[in-house]
């Protein structure tokens, strides 16, 4: 358990300073997706937790969005709680150089997201198309994995919209953290989940 613990934390080490460098680094830009609103749960794993917070998107453009905190629920094995609330917790920012990430940290296109990939030394980078034949839910994904070390990330994409919908971190094998959309709805009324 230990062992775990200490590979958690690394994790989130190694995210935090990743997620900075990229929120230092991405330009403005006028809209990457189409319009949507979004629900998506982000869970992280322990020894003995599993901790799980709900958030709620609602995304125009990079310059217009808006992210609200829905519910957090946490199951350490003596039982599970859970705090509801719809606090308004992220908004459209930017910075004097015009620089900021909207939404969630990994609300990122695929090109962005293999690039991030490529920085990093050592990772190897894969790309696919994951057919609607060959996808748990029957809908074409781009699922792209970056490996380094015992370190494994990969983020699935909606085939026709690029929209990310979810995001795994693992580490030699056992998963971290993961990002999963449980709803996203286009602003023409279209359901993509």
Same mark, same amino acid.
């Given at each position: ?11 989130? *080490? ?15 830009? /006028?809209?990457?997706? @189409? ?5 998506? +749960?982000?869970? /992280? ?7 799980? *917070? ?12 808006? =992210?609200?905190?829905?519910? /957090? ?13 719809? +606090?308004?917790?992220?908004? @459209?920012? /930017? ?15 695929? =090109? ?5 990939? =490529? ?5 190897? *980078? ?24 015992? +370190? =494994? ?14 995001? +795994? ?25």
């Amino acid at each position: 358990m230990r062992r775990l613990a200490i590979i958690t934390t690394t994790a989130l *080490v190694a995210v935090l300073a990743g997620v900075t460098i990229f929120a230092i680094s991405y330009p403005v830009t /006028s809209a990457r997706f @189409p319009a949507f609103e979004m629900t998506y +749960e982000d869970t /992280s794993f322990t020894a003995d937790t599993r901790h799980t *917070v709900v958030y709620h998107l609602v995304y125009e453009n990079d310059r217009n969005w808006n =992210q609200a905190w829905v519910s /957090s629920t946490t199951d350490d094995g003596t039982g599970t709680r859970t705090t509801t609330n719809t +606090e308004r917790i992220y908004g @459209p920012s /930017s910075s004097p150089s015009g620089y900021h990430v909207p939404g969630p940290w990994w609300l990122v296109d695929e =090109q962005g997201y293999i690039g991030r990939g =490529q920085l990093l030394s050592h990772a190897i *980078v894969t790309s696919e198309k994951l057919g609607p034949d060959k996808s748990d839910d029957g809908r074409a994904y781009r699922v792209v994995t970056i490996t380094r070390a015992g +370190e =494994q990330t990969e983020m699935r994409f909606d085939a026709a919209t690029g929209i990310p919908v979810r995001y +795994e971190l693992r580490f030699w094998g056992e998963v971290v953290s993961r990002h999963t959309v449980t709803s996203l709805v286009l602003a023409n009324g279209r359901r993509i989940r």
